[in-house]
């Protein structure tokens, strides 16, 4: 019993250097993580006079497939990379608000976007927009 209380009263007087080691490894990975994420979420979409304005600030390209929220339900769509829905690196694109399908029938479209060239498991990400 008196082991376990020299133990249990034992004052620190020093700093574990495996503790410290353990810190800044986690400092790192968390400096890099949110680093990279920062890095890949450089889409913008918003709303210009007759549509919506996608700017791929990105390395990659990316396509897009922009719909209204309200007959997303009952289509069903692929993920594909085309002449007609790909953006490359670093431009922007504006689509025309009579060019997004099922336009009208509400107020939120919702824009997909992917990188290309889409393989299977890629992220899919989603921005919607409003319009009033």
Do not use: H
């Not at 719909?67 to 339900?73: E, F, P, R, S, Y």
């Not at 069903?76 to 007609?84: R, S």
């Not at 992917?114 to 921005?127: A, F, L, R, S, V």
């Amino acid at each position: 019993m008196k082991n376990e209380e020299l133990i249990i009263g034992k004052k620190i007087d020093r700093i574990n250097p495996f503790f410290l080691l353990y810190i800044c490894m986690f400092s790192l990975f968390v400096f890099f993580t949110c680093s990279e994420n920062d890095k890949e979420e450089n889409v913008d979409i918003f709303l210009v006079e007759d549509g919506i304005k996608i700017k791929n600030s990105t390395t990659s390209d990316i396509a897009y497939f922009a719909v209204d929220q309200n007959i997303l339900a009952v289509l069903t769509w692929a993920p594909i990379c085309g002449d007609d829905n790909e953006i490359p690196a670093g431009q922007s694109i504006i689509v025309e608000t009579s060019s997004i399908l099922g336009y009208g029938t509400g107020n939120i479209i919702n824009v997909n976007y992917w990188t290309c060239p889409y393989e299977t498991g890629d992220e899919i990400k989603t921005t919607k927009i409003e319009i009033e």
